[in-house]
């Protein structure tokens, strides 16, 4: 730590701690400080926090760093449930985007009633902002 540059740098291992996790991190700090990461060695990453600010009441240099830490756990750890669970999250995004049930056929388009009623609408979600917020008509007024 050195408070005179108002920075501090932590070094952490590479194998606990991928790239997208200190990508991630970092994002979360650049509004708070400026974040420089670095690879000393194939083994480890450098994360220098500087305070954007010097002599603004921010939080203390430690502050920032063991924020950053928790952060970075965070991360890590999120990336490391979506890399274990990425068959089952692409199959659930699949048939979100597919349809569970696949496309109607021919027999059941056929069947179909185009004419009624779409849904029940008795929130009126689905109503238009025109036809919700409209002026009420005076008695003078034209169509």
């Not at 200190?22 to 305070?51: H, M, N, Q």
């Not at 056929?105 to 029940?120: G, Q």
């Amino acid at each position: 730590m050195d408070e005179a540059d108002a920075s501090v740098t932590m070094t952490v291992p590479a194998e606990a701690y991928p790239l997208p996790a200190l990508y991630g991190a970092s994002y979360v700090f650049i509004d708070r400080c400026f974040v420089w990461l670095g690879r000393p060695s194939s083994e480890a990453w450098t994360i220098t926090l500087s305070k954007k600010d010097p002599g603004a009441a921010a939080p203390t240099l430690a502050e920032l760093a063991g924020e950053f830490a928790n952060e970075l756990l965070s991360c890590a750890w999120r990336h490391e449930i979506t890399k274990n669970n990425r068959a089952m999250i692409e199959a659930v995004t699949m048939q979100a985007f597919g349809g569970a049930m696949g496309p109607p056929s021919l027999d059941e388009l056929e069947a179909f009633d185009f004419s009624a009623e779409p849904f029940d609408d008795p929130l009126g979600i689905a109503q238009s902002w025109e036809d919700k917020y409209k002026k009420p008509k005076k008695d003078g007024d034209e169509p």
